[in-house]
Structure formats: C-alpha cells, structure tokens
C-alpha cells in the first residue's frame, strides 16, 4: 500500500464469501500451487523463523514522501531513528523499494540487531534498483531472508501475472539462494492466472485489508480479524509454501469513516487471538509509521483519501498509538 499503490477496497462479492466461509467456487485455484527449490531453503527457514518467534512489520522510512509523484531521500540518520523505535517490538522488516535511499535499511537493521529483512522492489523492471538490491544482499546475506519483486503491479495494470512470472524467472538465476515472491491483494493469487507466479515463487505476501470491505463498518472487531483468518487459510489452500499477511489492520483517522485508534487496536487484538503464527501462517503490522502526504497523493485521480494517511502503528513523528500497548517487548 505504500508509494501509489493500494487498490484494494475495489474487491468485493469474492471478499464477503471468503469472510462468510463459503468458498468462491471458481475464483479459488482447485490444487495447492507447490514450487519450493532447495536452494532458496536456508533463508527461507530463517524467514519463517521470525514469523513464528518475531514479529514483522511492513515498513518504509519516514523520510520518504512521495509528492506529484517525485520522492524525497532517506539518509542513514532518519532510518536509524525510525528502526531505533520500532526494534524494541519488531525483529524483522517488510520493505517496498530500495530507492531514494531505502537500500540503507539493512544495514541500520544489521547494526540494531533486526532478525531478518524482506526487501520489496517497487519497479520490476528497474535495473538500478535491482542492482542496488544486489548490493544490499551481498552486504548482508544472512540478514536478507527474502525480496519480494513489486508491490501491486498487476493490480496497477502496470504488468500482468505473465510477465511477473518471467521476470521472477530471470531474478531466481541471478539470485539463486534468495526466497522470492511479489505482493498482491490476496484475491489476485486465488485466480487461475496466478499459477505462474505461484510456481516460481518460494513463500507468499499478500494484502488483507478487511477495512476496504462494504461490511466492515458493522461488524466486530472478531469478524473483522476473522476474514483475515479465513483469507489466509484460502490462501494456504492454493499454495504450498509459507503465506505472510503483508498489509492488514485498520487506519486510526478520520473517525466519521469508522476508523479510530480503538478501532486499530480491537481488530489487532482480535487477529492475535485468532491467527497464531506458525512456519506456514502469519501476518505481518502495518504500517510502521503515518504517511500523512499519502491523503492527497495515493490516488490522485480519485481525489483525497482521508484514511490513506494514517495507517501506522507510530505517528508519523515516531509517538506510539493505543495499539503499541498491547505489544510487548521482544527479547534481543
């Protein structure tokens, strides 16, 4: 959901079944999808490490701001401040992009003792932050437990699963040790045209945002949490390897939308009793911190979109929210 992204409120009669537990007949692939190759099996067990002892949190540096479509930069100093809040609950990091300074992210998490990163590439075709990528994993090779190639493209319309499929292909001869994937809305891995992509792919993000839901307003935190049990055990059933909730959760403004820090912290509560994390299933928090330029700038042909800016569990000034205080510490 970081950067432009973010489509997800627009599914709709395939959410509401999957919620209500009634299948989505030909939406869902009939067979899991099983494509695990041994080389990418070390990280991919220190990935799945974190996800049963840790915790991950989808992240993206406070510095970054992406304003008419022009990024500003991160520096080491304003990364290090960001991760130096969140290590204290945190062990591991979902990142969007390598770009505009966000490379350096693994070597801050390196220094504060971060158990594994996720490196996210924002273009697929971008060679440079591909190269950047690179650098970053051979900087840190036991750090970097898995890259995930884009970040909704295909819900973009900027690639499709094809091509994704392709250019996963050519990653995994380039780095063949590294577990990869890519990041959808999780209604786009349950299409048949997804295979490609499943089958070249070693564990699984996906975005499950049950506040884009037409139910969500009237329903209790429970139910909220529970359609992100339901989705991930969808999920489960078409693929073979681990599946990581990337995106979840409930934005804490404005309040006449329904969404408030209560609210945030109620549906957290409530996936936390409900989805305990094993090697195959977990979710990650998001986001680490607001992003208030994203009210005016997420989608700019759709006008400002008020809850956009406010999905973080810390202020955009790095101040904690009501849900922090549900979470204690992790140990070093």
């Not at 970053?136 to 819900?155: D, F, K, M």
């Amino acid at each position: 959901m970081s950067y432009q992204s973010q489509g997800c409120r627009r599914i709709s009669l395939c959410a509401l079944l999957i919620v209500l537990g009634l299948g989505t007949s030909a939406a869902v692939l009939a067979a899991p999808v099983c494509a695990r190759p041994p080389a990418a099996a070390p990280q991919l067990a220190r990935l799945t490490q974190v996800m049963v002892s840790g915790r991950y949190v989808a992240y993206q540096p406070t510095q970054i701001r992406v304003i008419n479509g022009l990024a500003s930069r991160a520096d080491e100093a304003g990364i290090t401040a960001d991760l130096t809040v969140l290590r204290p609950r945190f062990d591991g990091l979902i990142t969007y992009s390598v770009g505009n300074g966000a490379d350096r992210v693994v070597d801050v998490a390196a220094r504060l003792g971060f158990r594994a990163v996720i490196l996210g590439i924002w273009n697929i075709d971008d060679e440079q932050e591909l190269s950047l990528a690179q650098a970053a994993i051979t900087r840190h090779p036991r750090l970097v437990v898995g890259l995930s190639l884009g970040n909704e493209r295909v819900l973009a319309g900027v690639t499709d699963m094809a091509l994704l499929a392709q250019r996963l292909q050519r990653l995994r001869a380039r780095l063949p040790g590294l577990p990869l994937t890519s990041t959808e809305p999780f209604h786009l891995w349950l299409q048949p045209a997804a295979v490609p992509v499943l089958r070249n792919a070693d564990f699984l993000l996906a975005n499950v945002h049950p506040a884009f839901q037409p139910w969500f307003r009237e329903a209790d935190d429970f139910n909220a949490a529970k359609f992100v049990v339901n989705v991930t055990a969808q999920l489960s059933a078409a693929f073979c390897g681990p599946v990581l909730v990337k995106e979840t959760g409930v934005p804490t403004a404005p309040a006449a939308m329904g969404f408030t820090p209560q609210r945030q912290a109620g549906v957290y509560r409530s996936l936390k009793n409900q989805l305990k994390p094993d090697e195959q299933r977990a979710f990650a928090w998001f986001s680490a911190f607001d992003a208030p330029w994203r009210v005016n700038d997420s989608h700019p042909t759709e006008g400002p979109q008020p809850q956009e800016g406010s999905w973080g569990l810390y202020t955009e000034d790095r101040k904690p929210k009501l849900v922090i205080s549900q979470l204690p510490l992790l140990g070093r």
